[in-house]
């Protein structure tokens, strides 16, 4: 039976835009219009920045090891461009995706310390937590999706069409509702919460699921498997912990991950 989701016009605009979307930072989620905009195009030199997300031989289903052989297949990439305007503590994080017949499978190993996590609800602001993150753009030209996970498995998305700023905030942007949030899997080897901070050296793993009918709900059919080119890029975060610091795969032009144009190339093989 076919996935059921909301209509997409159940939206989100500043007007009622809560303050859990919003960085002490940098700003984050935003989105407007459909079709092609020319600031969801390539503006940035991340020449190459390819990742190949292999088909899985077995599915996943939310594994945390990352020895395990179902991992094998995957290729990995590591997160190696951090901000200047990060501390001097720069957790080395590594990703491993596979694709399936029904959905992307993912899974992150930080190397990390002063952790902390403390949002537990969906769209919770987990960026200022311990935070790792998966921007996808399955179709060129087309919104993007922010798929931003707290170190304890809390999580939130939103499909941005437009990256435009506008003062306080955003112009208007879909944030995604509760029941297709739903269909969204994540765990973390993490507890839910984990305060007071870990000050000791941890390497911590979330595993995470996003259906393809997810990202069809907004961008329309796709062709399953071998042959997509999506763009996308990955992050770690830690807005208000004691040692803050943004990093990424693909190198971004400010403090701010919302940047399609340094979206690097993802293929599915």
Same mark, same amino acid.
Request: charged share 20%; proline share 7%; aromatic share 16%.
């Given at each position: 039976m076919g996935l059921e989701l909301p209509p997409l016009s159940e939206r989100v605009t500043l007007g009622n835009l809560a303050d859990g979307v919003k960085s002490a930072? !940098?700003? #984050?989620?935003?989105?407007?219009?459909? $079709? /092609?905009?020319?600031?969801? +195009?390539?503006?940035?030199?991340?020449?190459?920045?390819?990742?190949?997300i292999r088909r899985a031989a077995a599915a996943p289903d939310l594994n945390l090891n990352w020895h395990d052989p179902v991992w094998s297949g995957a290729d990995t990439l590591e997160l190696q461009h951090f901000r200047p305007e990060s501390s001097d503590h720069?957790?080395?994080? !590594?990703? #491993?995706?596979?694709?399936?017949?029904? $959905? /992307?499978?993912?899974?992150? +190993?930080?190397?990390?310390?002063?952790?902390?996590?403390?949002?537990?609800?969906?769209f919770d602001e987990v960026w200022k937590d311990s935070c790792v993150e998966f921007f996808a753009q399955p179709r060129a030209g087309l919104g993007y999706f922010?798929?931003?996970?707290?170190?304890?498995?809390?999580?939130?998305?939103?499909?941005?069409?437009?990256?435009?700023r506008v003062p306080g905030g955003f112009k208007e942007f879909s944030k995604l509702p509760?029941?297709?949030?739903?269909?969204?899997?994540?765990?973390?080897?993490?507890?839910?919460?984990?305060?007071?901070?870990?000050?000791?050296?941890?390497?911590?793993?979330?595993?995470?699921?996003?259906?393809?009918?997810?990202?069809?709900?907004?961008?329309?059919?796709l062709a399953k498997g071998v042959g997509q080119t999506w763009r996308g890029n990955f992050y770690k975060c830690a807005d208000e912990t004691s040692h803050p610091?943004?990093?990424?795969?693909?190198?971004?032009?400010?403090?701010?991950?919302?940047?399609?144009?340094?979206?690097?190339?993802?293929?599915?093989?």
């Open positions: 930072f !940098f700003l #984050r989620a935003r989105d407007s219009s459909f $079709g /092609i905009d020319p600031r969801l +195009q390539p503006d940035f030199n991340v020449a190459g920045m390819n990742y190949i720069r957790p080395r994080t !590594f990703v #491993r995706l596979l694709h399936a017949a029904d $959905g /992307i499978h993912g899974l992150f +190993q930080v190397h990390d310390r002063y952790v902390r996590c403390v949002r537990v609800e969906y922010n798929f931003e996970f707290g170190g304890g498995g809390a999580f939130l998305c939103s499909y941005i069409t437009n990256p435009e509760a029941a297709i949030g739903r269909t969204i899997q994540a765990r973390s080897s993490l507890p839910r919460q984990v305060d007071p901070e870990i000050t000791e050296p941890v390497v911590w793993t979330l595993s995470f699921f996003v259906p393809f009918a997810l990202f069809e709900h907004y961008v329309g059919p610091h943004w990093a990424s795969w693909a190198p971004v032009d400010q403090l701010n991950f919302h940047r399609p144009g340094c979206f690097g190339t993802i293929r599915l093989d």
